[in-house]
């Protein structure tokens, strides 16, 4: 039998390919990096990884197996001058910068072997607030689940 996947494992794998790939973010984040972090001094342009939860797609009728399906948030944080009144649009082409490589960092890519590639998924919208402008990006990512028997 081949090794279980780490089930909470992906957050340090996908945090090295934002890192390796999204040359724009001065800083890459795991969500305890962001704790105690005041809005008005957080690093910008960055991207925040946050684990969404998960899902069961499916589980075996011995209970030892299951298909689950995470949810990875990468949030495109810029900020905006506000001594030239940055609004949403100027906000929006900014983080263009971290949209675009984040999207062809993660979709598509497989982190483990024996996963499925991520897929872009439906997300919430941008958040406009004290000058900063925060765009998530949703990803679904099928993580196998097996347990041996006691």
Do not use: C
């Amino acid at each position: 039998m081949t090794a279980p996947i780490d089930f909470l494992g992906l957050e340090p794998l996908i945090l090295a390919r934002l890192k390796a790939m999204v040359p724009a973010a001065r800083a890459v984040l795991a969500a305890e990096d962001l704790a105690d972090v005041e809005a008005r001094s957080q690093t910008a342009p960055a991207l925040h990884v946050i684990y969404g939860g998960y899902r069961v797609v499916e589980a075996s009728e011995n209970g030892r197996t299951a298909s689950t399906e995470q949810t990875w948030i990468v949030v495109a944080v810029v900020k905006g001058a506000s001594q030239r009144g940055d609004g949403p649009a100027a906000l929006r082409a900014s983080a263009a910068e971290l949209v675009g490589p984040a999207l062809t960092a993660l979709m598509g890519w497989r982190p483990i072997d024996r996963m499925r590639p991520l897929k872009l998924a439906n997300g919430p919208r941008p958040v406009f607030s004290g000058g900063f402008a925060y765009f998530p990006l949703t990803f679904a990512a099928q993580v196998p689940v097996q347990v041996e028997k006691l």
